[in-house]
C-alpha cells in the first residue's frame, strides 16, 4: 500500500554536521528508487537515485543506501549546508513501466547556524 | 529554457468554476505526468500519459481531465471546482523508466 504521512518529520542539523534521512518503502516488487529534493515554492528535484541490484550509490555529497530485507532506503549528506535546507522525498517505481512512481511522505530538513 | 513549464503559477477561483492548468516540456520526453501536493506535502500521482495516450488514472473525480495534444503538452482541465480541490499541482516529464522532471507548480486556490 501507500504511506500516508499525518504529519511532516523534521530533521534539524548543525551546518557541518552530516544528515540521514531516512524513508520506509512499500512495495518489495519496487525495483528503482529516487530521492527528490523540494525547495520552498519549487518543484521536486532529482537528487539521486539507485536501483535494486545495488546497496549503496554515492554522489557529490549524497550518499544513498537500499535495504531490499527491511525495504529501507536512506540519504546521507555530508557537511549539511544551509543550502540543504528543504523537504526531501523518496520514491519508488511501482510498475514495470517506470511510469508509476510512488512518492513517501517526505522529511523536512532545516540546517541550523 | 525551462524544461517543464507550467501556467499560470497561481490559480485563485470560485467554487464551481471551470479552470486549466497548462504545461509544456522540451525535454523530449515522451512520458509527462500530473501530481496533486495537498497541505501535507503528500504527493500523489493522478495520470501518466505516454506519446500522448493515457497509461495511468489513479481514482481521481472524473471532474479532472486531462488532454494531451502532442507528447511536449499535457494539459489539466478541471470542471466544478470545490473546495477540497486546493492543492498545488505539479506536472512532470520522463523517458519510460526514467527520472521525472518536475515544473514549478500552480498553487490552486478554491474560495
Known amino acids: 500500500g501507500e504511506s500516508v504521512g499525518l504529519h511532516l518529520p523534521t530533521l534539524s542539523v548543525q551546518e557541518g554536521d552530516n544528515s540521514i534521512i531516512n524513508c520506509a518503502y512499500s512495495?518489495?516488487?519496487?525495483?528503482?528508487f529516487i530521492w527528490y529534493k523540494q525547495e520552498s515554492g519549487k518543484g521536486p528535484q532529482f537528487i539521486i537515485d539507485?536501483?535494486?541490484?545495488?546497496d549503496k550509490r554515492q554522489g557529490q555529497r549524497v550518499t544513498v543506501l537500499l535495504n531490499k530485507t527491511v525495504k529501507h532506503l536512506s540519504l546521507q549528506i555530508a557537511a549539511t549546508q544551509p543550502g540543504d535546507s528543504a523537504v526531501y522525498f523518496c520514491a519508488e517505481n511501482t510498475d514495470n513501466y517506470g511510469q508509476n512512481f510512488v512518492f513517501g511522505p517526505g522529511t523536512r530538513l532545516s540546517v541550523l547556524p | 529554457d525551462t524544461a517543464v513549464s507550467q501556467t499560470p503559477k497561481y490559480l485563485v477561483t470560485q467554487m464551481g468554476n471551470d479552470k486549466s492548468i497548462k504545461c509544456e516540456q522540451n525535454l523530449g520526453h515522451d512520458t509527462m505526468y500530473w501530481y496533486k501536493q495537498d497541505s501535507k506535502k503528500f504527493l500523489k500521482i493522478m495520470f501518466s500519459?505516454?506519446?500522448?495516450?493515457?497509461?495511468i488514472n489513479e481514482t481521481v473525480p472524473n471532474r479532472f481531465s486531462p488532454k494531451s495534444p502532442d507528447k511536449a503538452h499535457l494539459n489539466l482541465h478541471i470542471n466544478s471546482l470545490e473546495l477540497g480541490d486546493s492543492a498545488v499541482y505539479f506536472c512532470a516529464s520522463s523517458q519510460p523508466g526514467g527520472v521525472a522532471f518536475f515544473g514549478q507548480g500552480t498553487r490552486l486556490t478554491v474560495v
Open positions: 512495495n518489495s516488487a519496487s525495483d528503482y
Open positions: 500519459y505516454n506519446n500522448k495516450e493515457l497509461i
Open positions: 539507485i536501483r535494486s541490484n545495488m
